[in-house]
């Protein structure tokens, strides 16, 4: 079993910056690609930013030079290190993992329970 949770989210006033976390914790012999996503109610859910077990990286063009994904494989954690923040930002930021489990050496694929970001002034 892997649970991963998520932090860092909140109120933020336009052109400002936040920075999320998601710690993966149980059963874990490797992760090999972390994902953000985000989703506004009624839209669908969108592809944020991606990096890889090798540290390759890709972003949605809306965030491209304002939002930075990296990864502590040591922590199991990934951040999103979010700039200038617009309003069109605001959703909920959901983080995903998919890699091996410890033991079975099984693939898993799970989720964060997500964390709200709301850009306003």
């Known amino acids: 079993q892997v649970q991963l949770v998520e932090s860092g989210g909140g109120l933020v006033q336009p052109g400002g910056s936040l920075r999320l976390s998601c710690v993966a914790s149980g059963s874990i012999f490797s992760i090999n690609a972390m994902r953000w996503y985000r989703q506004v109610p009624g839209k669908q859910r969108e592809l944020v930013a991606v990096i890889t077990n090798t540290g390759s990286t890709n972003y949605a063009d809306s965030v491209k030079g304002r939002f930075t994904i990296s990864r502590d494989n040591a922590k199991n954690t990934v951040y999103l290190q979010m700039n200038s923040l617009k309003p069109e930002d605001t959703a909920a930021y959901s983080c995903?993992?998919?890699?091996?489990?410890?033991?079975?050496?099984?693939?898993?694929?799970?989720w964060g329970q997500g964390t709200q970001v709301t850009v306003s002034s």
């Open positions: 995903n993992m998919i890699g091996i489990v410890a033991g079975t050496f099984s693939p898993f694929n799970y």
